[in-house]
């Protein structure tokens, strides 16, 4: 594997994240969770996504997913 410049081969077990899609996304299981009276989960969802909100307000687009 050349990884040098502009050779270079990614991991394939390796995801790209889009930080705005995966927001809404966390945003939204938030509203379903909090709603349906599940605090465990919707504070675990408004965490996340106030993780990807941070990372979309800092200029970042993707991030991975291991």
């Known amino acids: 594997m050349d990884n040098e410049g502009r ?3 990614p991991i394939k077990e390796v995801n790209l994240i889009d ?5 809404k996304k966390m945003h939204n ?3 379903d969770a909090d709603f349906d009276d ?3 989960l919707a504070l675990f969802y408004k965490g996340k ?4 909100k941070n990372l979309v307000n800092a200029g970042i ?4 997913n291991f």
């Open 7 to 9: 050779n270079w081969t």
């Open 19 to 23: 930080c705005a899609i995966e927001y």
């Open 29 to 31: 299981l938030y509203l």
């Open 38 to 40: 599940k605090m465990d």
């Open 49 to 52: 996504a106030k993780y990807y």
């Open 61 to 64: 687009e993707h991030t991975v």
